[in-house]
């Protein structure tokens, strides 16, 4: 699947570094999170999730944070890596069916 | 288990014509949906079906599009007639009510209407 190109914003890190990836989501009424990632050519992938009761989740080289105050989720990603370069979208559950509300992207591209 | 099937993988038709998609999800997920991706729009949800019910087509731009779910295995997106505006990837993921609701999403198809 091609993802959103043009007007996607891009954050560029070296290989090894750290990155952080952000997300504003629109419903204070949104109770469950999740990343994406997407790479050309396929479709978005689950990357980890989150749930309103909690403000960090981590997983295998990666970590969840969600600040509720501010509708506010960001993605870290540690020593990341030329695989990890991809569009990365955060999604919302506003309650009720498992419905997501994805967000517009962020293209990682990662430079050795 | 193969993940969530879509078919075909490209299509390309004139416009006018009627464009078929095809989803199988994943065996013992009971929600479904389909999702439109396009550069200005991003990642758009059509329609979703639980239990092989629609819950919410809001999203279907126009009368043009349909959605059936006719069993637990089975999903088609229906465009008559297509036009150029919905050239796109159409998604189809599936998922469980039990535990975590992430999705799985298939490989897209990718739609070129001339």
């Known amino acids: 699947g091609e993802s959103v190109g043009l007007h996607l914003p891009t954050l560029s890190v070296q290989e090894g570094d750290n990155s952080i990836i952000n997300c504003a989501y629109s419903?204070?009424?949104?109770?469950?999170f999740i990343w994406y990632k997407q790479e050309s050519g396929k479709g978005p992938q689950f990357i980890i999730d989150?749930?309103?009761?909690?403000d960090k989740r981590q997983g295998q080289r990666v970590t969840v944070l969600l600040n509720k105050t501010v509708k506010h989720l960001s993605l870290q990603i540690a020593a990341t890596q030329p695989g990890d370069s991809a569009v990365y979208f955060c999604a919302e559950n506003p309650g009720g069916y498992n419905k997501l509300i994805f967000g517009a992207g962020t293209r990682l591209a990662v430079h050795p | 288990d193969a993940g969530v099937i879509q078919s075909p993988r490209h299509e390309v038709t004139e416009m006018g014509q009627e464009v078929t998609l095809r989803c199988k999800p994943i065996?013992?997920?009971?929600?479904l949906f389909w999702y439109r991706q396009t550069m200005m729009r991003g990642l758009e949800l059509l329609i979703y079906f639980n239990n092989n019910v629609p819950i919410d087509d809001s999203g279907m731009p126009e009368d043009r599009f349909s959605a059936k779910m006719p069993n637990a295995s089975f999903s088609t997106l229906k465009i008559q007639p297509s036009e150029p505006r919905d050239s796109a990837v159409y998604f189809c993921?599936?998922?469980?009510?039990?535990?975590?609701?992430?999705?799985?999403f298939g490989s897209g198809t990718r739609l070129t209407v001339v």
């Open positions: 993921a599936s998922s469980s009510r039990t535990g975590d609701y992430g999705y799985t």
């Open positions: 065996s013992g997920h009971n929600s």
């Open positions: 419903n204070s009424a949104s109770d469950y």
């Open positions: 989150i749930r309103s009761n909690m």
